[in-house]
């Protein structure tokens, strides 16, 4: 197969003449800057940076004169560098602003003329700093282990805290430290954005921007602050709250809600009149406008595609721009007028790249042991005929989720003429707090039951041969493929596992602190849970597993360690398992360079084919063996 050209991560400029975003259409993805309007209209130009990694992030400044880029060096996921240009074509000059020796910078959002950034050190402690574009120099916000810059703005900034699944927001105001929401373990306040009630954003700071220009907001005007933040504290699903915040305390109310789905994302526009939303149904994206003007929400507005995400917004709330894409559409960038409801078409160049394949995915809903009721995504080709096996592929996280989006690696399998199934086992987000917390601890078996009855599900309705069933995953899902042949050995005829842990205890040994601190909750602790952790582990297990297993990893990976594969590709060897080890020398624990995703691709499907039709082989006879008994 041919490479697919993607293009997504859009930034609108606040006069929406322009707009950055990512392209990936061989090596690492790279920035584009393009032009809507003007002279420079349907030109563009690459982003140069002077280092070889992937770019994740591109952000418009908002005076529209600077780019912001986060790129990650050699792909390796987790350490990244921020490095920003001008918005000039012309100017070809880049400076990188943080100035991290060691550890990774994370690109947030930018504070007027300052960049908001989380430097986090080798000791795991984030620092949430402003940051001038034109010298380096930085002012600290906030310092803590396991605290997140969610935003800043005019002296506040919203701080995430907490471990995964059970985050809690608070502003940092007028040198005061303020929690916004009650508390209520187990809920998720994850985004947030501080909206400016006295002038607009784009105008806070003066050419210079400098920082003794921060505006206190405990100290003029009318002493108060207010954000939006999504959270589902106090009810199920996530939903958008409006904040104010004084120094005598803190009010919230309802913005917008639904009773069945989660609020997946917003954007509000400099001038505060629009907020777009995105909704998920089911895996699904619905897109609708908020007046914030009166609070008047539209009806929706129906989608280029399936699934959306990475919402920008013009200062005037004139345009947003946003990541579109389904089973059969890669990655491109749309954007529509809020107020016609009309879409322009930007990319000129979407047929430049290979043929895509013709796949559908289709809804489908497992019923587990317990019965609950577990929402999957059947992908497979348009074109009739007989399926050569089929794959369970487990999403990571496991706070993810797998949706009707686009994926290269499934594109291939389909194309092979292999069935690819995505569930969502229990803990996979988009369904609710319960859900996302009922993989917990001990409760991990149970999500591992849940990969056994996606293969019941498949033969129940006789789309498979038993014979032909694999188990896939990345990340998290790397780590349930190995528990899945480890704990039902007899239902699979293959694995692959990419990037996944085979230990948990030594996992939370050698990875990054922070990404350690913040698993306690979800997996437990490796000293207080240490048994649970080894009835957990793959690699304790290992004399279970018996199905042929490709593994797969990033060298550069500092997520989840090269050691986790290492140790179990030895321990397989040593059984005399069939094993094939495929290490990716030259990127990280995503795989993003598209070279490499195409090369793991063809080895999947290889491995499978082979796999299978060893699994359906008779067995060899002895010489003299007539077979009679």
């Known amino acids: ?52 990694g992937p770019v994740s992030r591109v952000i418009h400044s908002p005076d529209g004169q600077w780019l912001a880029c986060q790129v990650t060096l050699d792909g390796s996921g987790s350490r990244s560098q921020i490095w920003v240009v001008t918005t000039d074509p012309d100017d070809r000059m880049a400076w990188r602003i943080d100035r991290q020796k060691a550890g990774t910078a994370e690109l947030i959002a930018w504070d007027g003329t300052q960049v908001a950034a989380i430097l986090t050190g080798e000791d795991g402690v984030g620092r949430s700093c402003l940051i001038d574009p034109t010298n380096g120099r930085h002012v600290v916000l906030d310092s803590r282990s396991g605290g997140r810059l969610v935003d800043a703005w005019g002296g506040a900034a919203l701080i995430r805290v907490g471990p995964r699944g059970y985050h809690e927001m608070i502003m940092l105001f007028s040198q005061t430290e303020i929690a916004l929401l009650p508390s209520d373990p187990g809920s998720t306040t994850a985004d947030g954005i501080i909206l400016d ?58 913005v917008a809600e639904r009773p069945d789905c989660d609020l997946a994302e917003f954007v509000v526009s400099d001038d505060l009149s629009t907020v777009a939303l995105l909704w998920n149904l089911q895996g699904r994206s619905e897109l609708q406008i908020l007046e914030y003007t009166d609070y008047t929400l539209t009806e929706p507005i129906p989608l280029p595609g399936p699934v959306a995400g990475e919402l920008s917004i013009s200062a005037g709330g004139s345009m947003v721009a946003m990541t ?67 794959v369970v592929f487990l999403h990571g996280g496991p706070e993810g989720q797998a949706r009707p989006g686009y994926n290269d690696i499934f594109s291939r399998l389909v194309t092979d003429g292999f069935l690819v199934l995505a569930p969502n086992v229990r803990g996979s987000g988009g369904f609710g707090r319960s859900f996302l917390h009922a993989d917990d601890k001990e409760k991990r078996f149970a999500a591992i039951d849940d990969v056994a009855d996606c293969v019941h599900f498949l033969v129940d309705n006789g789309l498979a041969d038993p014979g032909r069933i694999a188990c896939a995953g990345w990340s998290y899902g790397g780590y349930l493929t190995q528990a899945a042949l480890t704990f039902h050995p007899g239902l699979f005829a293959a694995g692959v596992s990419i990037c996944g842990m085979s230990d948990l205890s030594t996992f939370y040994r050698n990875t990054e602190p922070w990404i350690a601190d913040s698993a306690y909750p979800e997996y437990g602790h490796p000293v207080g849970d240490r048994e649970l952790l080894e009835q957990l582990s793959p690699l304790l297990r290992v004399d279970a597993l018996v199905a042929p297993l490709l593994v797969v ?39 993003v ?20 039709d060893a699994a359906a082989a008779p067995p060899l006879r002895a010489v003299g063996d007539t077979g009679n008994g």
């Open 1 to 52: 197969m041919g490479q697919v050209r993607e293009i997504y991560g859009a930034s609108l400029s606040p006069d929406a003449t322009a707009f950055a975003h990512i392209v990936d259409d061989g090596g690492y993805p790279r920035a584009v800057q393009r032009f809507l309007r003007g002279w420079r209209a349907s030109s563009s130009r690459d982003v140069e940076l002077p280092v070889e």
């Open 197 to 254: 009630d006295h002038q607009p954003r784009r105008l806070r700071y003066g050419l210079g921007g400098e920082l003794t220009k921060l505006y206190n907001p405990g100290t003029g005007a009318d002493g108060y602050v207010r954000a939006l933040i999504r959270s589902d504290n106090g009810c199920e699903y996530a939903r958008l709250l409006e904040v104010t915040v004084t120094l005598d305390g803190v009010k919230y109310s309802v």
């Open 324 to 390: 579109v894409e389904g089973p059969a559409m890669p990655r491109t960038v749309e954007l529509v007028d809020p107020r016609s409801r009309e879409w322009e078409p930007i990319d000129t160049q979407r047929d430049r790249g290979a043929p895509v394949p013709d796949v559908c995915a289709e809804p489908r809903t497992i019923t587990a042991r317990d019965g609950l009721q577990l929402n999957a995504w059947l992908y497979r080709s348009m074109d009739p005929g007989g399926a050569a096996g089929a």
């Open 553 to 591: 990893h990033g060298a550069h990976d500092t997520n989840v360690p090269v050691s986790e594969s290492e140790q179990i590709v030895d321990a397989l060897r040593r059984a005399g398992r069939n094993v094939r080890y495929l290490l990716f020398a030259d990127d990280g624990h995503e795989i």
């Open 593 to 612: 360079k598209r070279e490499n995703r195409a090369a793991l691709a063809a080895a999947m499907s290889e491995w499978l084919t082979k796999s299978f």
